[in-house]
């Protein structure tokens, strides 16, 4: 095979870790996969009913980007299941203004309360330019191979922050937006073999501390110490597609038709709010020699909700040059 060359029924390249291919084409784990639905299986909505507490608590706390999933979920935890939501924006300084305009015209046809939170600047720019600087000495492999490179650091700082939150209002829940693509990504960290409901422990330990701990952050004193005097108690990550197959199209059209949700035209194929991620991208590319989002693309080819022509399609448009050597030059990269 040539270099780049990609399975003819995913979108992973030789690059990608024990990929081998058969003489049509096709990647070993195109031909011996089992669908997630094996391991990941679709549940009851009553859970979601169920977390509806009548008191004067939000039922749940939504980590909301702005971005395609997350709207649609807050539209369905809105409209469908009638939750008290209290709706958090991690706002990593790179956000696109297609998404913030979003953001603000959510916020007007649907019933909840939101917070930002922005970390100060340099703080944000020195666990990016760390982060860098981790992958290229070859730490945390796995970590950054599965979240991202720059995505790994940004999700960990939006988890720290999102905790802190939801024990100031003594939330018990925090939905997320991760597709059926990205859910076995979550298994590798988590303590159950199968993926169910995570909860912070189990998010500390294994996808918050390993970073912190490698990034050592002690310049930052209060940013880190904010979270870990907090007693940890069990609040409870529930992942929103557990409880409905995942349609990009019946994303796209309820948010589109309901919201008036627009397209950002400033970020990637692969995201909806982050202009981060197209440099982010192109770093994983450099240094791994496979694209960051093949592995959950395919998963969605093999379960039948994206085409291969789709999945390649997101993969291509990697976004503006412009804004990419703009990052690079601000990361000082
Ligand atoms: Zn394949």
């Known amino acids: 095979m040539e270099a780049g060359t990609y399975c003819q029924k995913c979108v992973l390249n030789e690059y990608y870790d024990n990929i081998s291919f058969n003489n049509d084409?096709?990647?070993?784990?195109?031909?011996?996969?089992?669908?997630?639905s094996h391991s990941v299986t679709l549940q009851n909505d009553e859970i979601l009913h169920g977390i509806k507490n009548n008191s004067d608590t939000y039922d749940l706390l939504i980590a909301y980007s702005g971005g395609k999933d997350s709207t649609y979920i807050l539209y369905q935890l809105?409209?469908?299941?009638?939750?008290?939501?209290?709706?958090?924006?991690?706002?990593?300084?790179?956000?696109?203004?297609?998404?913030?305009?979003?953001i603000?015209?959510?916020?007007?046809?649907?019933?909840?309360?939101?917070?930002?939170?922005?970390?100060?600047?340099n703080f944000t720019k020195s666990v990016l330019s760390k982060s860098i600087r981790l992958t290229k000495e070859n730490k945390l492999e796995s970590f950054f191979k599965t979240f991202g490179i720059?995505?790994?650091?940004?999700?960990?700082?939006?988890?720290?922050?999102?905790?802190?939150?939801?024990?100031?209002?003594?939330?018990k829940y925090i939905v997320g937006g991760w597709s059926l693509g990205?859910?076995?990504?979550?298994?590798?960290?988590?303590?159950?073999?199968?993926?169910?409901?995570?909860?912070?422990?189990?998010?500390?330990?294994?996808?918050?501390?390993?970073?912190?701990?490698?990034?050592?952050?002690?310049?930052?004193?209060?940013?880190?110490?904010?979270?870990?005097?907090?007693?940890?108690?069990?609040?409870?990550?529930?992942?929103?597609?557990?409880?409905?197959?995942?349609?990009e199209r019946k994303v796209f059209e309820l948010i589109k038709n309901?919201?008036?949700?627009?397209?950002?035209?400033?970020?990637?194929?692969?995201?909806?709010?982050?202009?981060?991620?197209?440099?982010?991208?192109?770093?994983?590319?450099?240094?791994?020699h496979y694209n960051r989002y093949a592995e959950q693309l395919s998963r969605q080819i093999r379960e039948g909700t994206m085409t291969r022509e789709e999945a390649l399609n997101a993969?291509?448009?990697?976004?503006?040059?412009f804004i990419i050597n703009s990052i690079r030059k601000t990361l000082g990269q």
């Open 78 to 102: 809105v409209e469908k299941y009638n939750l008290n939501v209290l709706a958090f924006t991690y706002d990593n300084h790179f956000l696109s203004e297609t998404a913030m305009e979003n």
């Open 258 to 288: 309901k919201l008036g949700w627009k397209q950002p035209r400033d970020t990637d194929g692969c995201s909806t709010n982050c202009l981060l991620n197209s440099y982010g991208n192109q770093l994983f590319m450099d240094i791994f």
């Open 104 to 121: 603000h015209n959510v916020s007007e046809k649907l019933k909840f309360d939101h917070f930002f939170f922005k970390y100060d600047f």
């Open 315 to 321: 993969i291509e448009n990697i976004g503006s040059s």
């Open 25 to 36: 084409g096709i990647c070993n784990f195109c031909e011996s996969y089992e669908s997630v």
């Open 150 to 171: 720059l995505c790994y650091p940004c999700f960990m700082l939006l988890s720290i922050a999102a905790f802190n939150l939801a024990h100031a209002y003594r939330i």
């Open 182 to 247: 990205q859910l076995p990504n979550l298994s590798k960290f988590s303590d159950e073999k199968t993926v169910g409901f995570l909860n912070e422990k189990a998010v500390f330990h294994h996808f918050i501390h390993p970073l912190l701990n490698e990034l050592k952050l002690k310049e930052f004193p209060s940013q880190i110490k904010m979270y870990s005097n907090q007693e940890k108690q069990d609040i409870s990550i529930i992942p929103y597609f557990l409880f409905e197959q995942y349609s």
